[in-house]
């Protein structure tokens, strides 16, 4: 029986040799993720409560990134006891300070095709870029995992998303995805596995799948993955990883799927999403009107080095407009290093960019830039839910990297296109 | 189970039902700020036993449970929706809070009293005088709720496990 990518991947980690959609398997959990608010603050109560240790801690991987910098009691409580449990888990696998979970996870060699991961956040599915099974859970589903190894699953169709053509000059991932999430909600996945396919996703760089697979969590898919290929070796050769195996783990022609949908990349143009819904969105040009005072570049979603190269390919010889105020938080320090070896930190800043930690920040409602009621801003990160960023007022619209600075030099919601032309 | 329905719409998020800016506090805060955005009253006047109704993709966004976890610390006996988000889905029943799908939620109106039967999957609307059928949760959570959550199905497994001869 032909099976999809993700049907593969779920019967191995069943050990079965095939799976049926529909059905509850019970799978063995290669990898599981977990950061300092959803993770040690929650888990290691209800270990203690249960008597039980960790199964097996070189699968578990632990970062921090939600309460840093700790600027407040709770926040240093919370970090403290992600550190202090780092060692009486004996996690070796121990992040601290380096970056937000999704880049800092697959940047220090843990992923690669084949695998079953979880992780305790609802960005997981980025895993799926280097064609892991991966979807978040909650705290309390972590202590299953952690406890017992093993995590049920009813076994998930297919949506194949194939995009044709090659996306033109100014345009992202993040821009197929604010255009899939308008065009089919975001239950458009029904948490089903969500696979992207063709020539525009075979052209992208890793962390632009990255970006595919993150925004599957918008969308509503539980994964969404991409099958690796020579672009997943060669980047995961350079983070160390080996015995990377792209052959096995594609799908077979012909495996029955739940739908299938095509759209053309060199017709798509830059896609903005409106407060507040990454599913408000629509072509750039219908915002033209709206004059903003905050341009936001951060999050796992938005800030990853590709993403800060796009904003600074923009950016370069441009200041923020008066009024504007640019925040920058790159998503590791990885990608910071490099970002500013190579001079695209310094033309960032040379903009007039705030610099932020590399954390995860006003994206999810944590650190000291959250947005007041005055606040109008486009931003680079996923979701622009009523009040996530900061005061429920503020208004947040969402958009690419290079959108997000286009719109910043102008002070108005603007089509990147006319200022790379 | 029986109680006062409240009632939402389509795409209730989790930044609604546990706000980040909250997140850092224990439940009993969370919950104080649970739905505030949409219906201030919320978290105030709810009563223990009380049925949140919602629309499509319920609880969709984040994978904090504590979304969850504050409508179940105000009380909520259930909630009710034609469709959920999977995390949210999962999360709820890791923490014993039974969610029905109904595809006539829509049909319930705020305050209604709702008597709900979660193992048969059925819904009796004694205010308009109508039954509502709803999906049959799955024996495998169901079985998870009657243990009170995740937390109390792997006390049994693990009580279980111990006590086994060798």
New interface residues.
């Given amino acids: 029986m032909q099976q999809t990518l993700a049907q593969k991947l779920v019967a191995r980690a069943a050990g079965q040799s095939t799976v049926k959609p529909g059905d509850?398997v019970t799978c063995r959990v290669d990898l599981a993720m977990m950061h300092d608010?959803?993770g040690p603050r929650r888990v290691k109560p209800?270990l203690e409560?249960?008597?039980?240790k960790v199964w097996d801690p070189d699968k578990v991987v632990l970062i921090t990134d939600h309460?840093l910098p700790a600027n407040?009691d709770?926040?240093r409580r919370?970090i403290r006891i992600a550190r202090d449990w780092a060692g009486e888990a004996g996690i070796k696998n121990f992040h601290d300070g380096e970056g937000i979970c999704h880049v800092v996870l697959p940047e220090k060699g843990h992923l690669r095709p084949g695998m079953f991961a979880v992780?305790?956040?609802?960005h997981?599915p980025t895993g799926g870029a280097f064609g892991t099974y991966m979807f978040?859970?909650?705290?309390?589903?972590m202590?299953?995992v952690l406890?017992?190894g093993e995590i049920?699953l009813r076994v998930p169709h297919t949506i194949l998303i194939e995009w044709t053509g090659r996306l033109a000059k100014g345009l992202s991932a993040k821009d197929m995805m604010l255009f899939l999430c308008g065009r089919f909600?975001?239950?458009g996945g029904q948490?089903q596995a969500v696979e992207y396919a063709g020539s525009a996703i075979a052209a992208l760089s890793m962390q632009e799948r990255m970006t595919l697979s993150n925004m599957t969590a918008e969308f509503?898919g539980?994964a969404g993955l991409i099958a690796p290929d020579e672009v997943t070796r060669s980047w995961l050769e350079a983070v160390g990883v080996r015995d990377i195996d792209c052959d096995t783990w594609q799908g077979d022609a012909g495996a029955a799927l739940l739908a299938s949908h095509s759209f053309d990349a060199s017709s798509l143009p830059p896609q903005v999403a409106a407060p507040h819904?990454p599913?408000k969105s629509d072509a750039v040009g219908a915002f033209a009107d709206v004059a903003i005072n905050m341009a936001y570049i951060g999050a796992c979603t938005g800030a990853k080095l590709d993403d800060l190269r796009m904003a600074a390919a923009v950016l370069r010889g441009h200041r923020a407009a008066k009024g504007v105020r640019l925040l920058v938080a790159p998503a590791s320090a990885k990608d910071q290093n490099i970002a500013a070896a190579e001079g695209t930190l310094g033309v960032l800043l040379d903009a007039g960019a705030e610099l932020l930690p590399n954390a995860c920040n006003a994206c999810?409602?944590?650190g000291n830039y959250?947005l007041d009621e005055s606040a109008v801003t486009i931003s680079t990160t996923a979701?622009n839910?009523?009040?996530?960023m900061?005061s429920?007022a503020a208004q947040i619209y969402l958009g690419s990297p290079y959108t997000v600075a286009a719109s910043a030099i102008t002070g108005r919601i603007s089509d990147p296109r006319e200022l790379l032309a | 189970m029986s109680g006062k329905a409240w009632v939402f719409g389509d795409?209730l998020?989790t930044?609604?039902l546990a706000?980040?800016?909250y997140?850092?506090?224990g439940i009993e805060e969370i919950a104080k700020h649970c739905l505030e955005?949409l219906e201030p009253r919320f978290a105030g006047e709810v009563k223990p036993g009380d049925i949140v109704v919602g629309g499509?993709?319920f609880g969709?966004?984040?994978?904090?449970?504590q979304a969850?976890g504050a409508l179940m610390h105000l009380g909520v006996a259930a909630v009710i929706a034609p469709?959920y988000?999977?995390?949210f889905?999962?999360?709820a029943f890791?923490?014993g809070l039974p969610l029905l799908v109904c595809a006539d939620a829509g049909s319930i109106r705020p305050d209604d009293v709702l008597v709900v039967d979660a193992e048969r999957g059925h819904i009796t609307n004694q205010t308009q005088h109508t039954q509502l059928a709803c999906e049959a949760i799955?024996p495998?959570l169901m079985a998870m709720v009657r243990d009170g959550?995740?937390?109390g199905h792997?006390?049994k497994?693990?009580k279980r496990e111990k006590d086994a001869p060798a």
């Fill in positions: 509850i608010s959803g209800m409560k249960l008597g039980a309460y407040d709770d926040s919370i992780g305790g956040d609802s997981s978040g859970i909650g705290a309390t589903e202590l299953g406890v017992t049920w909600g975001m239950d948490y509503g539980q819904s599913a999810a409602g944590y959250l979701r839910f009523k009040g996530r900061g429920t | 795409n998020d930044d609604m706000p980040g800016i997140m850092k506090f955005a499509k993709n969709m966004g984040s994978s904090r449970e969850a469709s988000a999977g995390l889905y999962r999360n890791n923490l799955p495998h959550g995740l937390l792997l006390e497994r693990l």
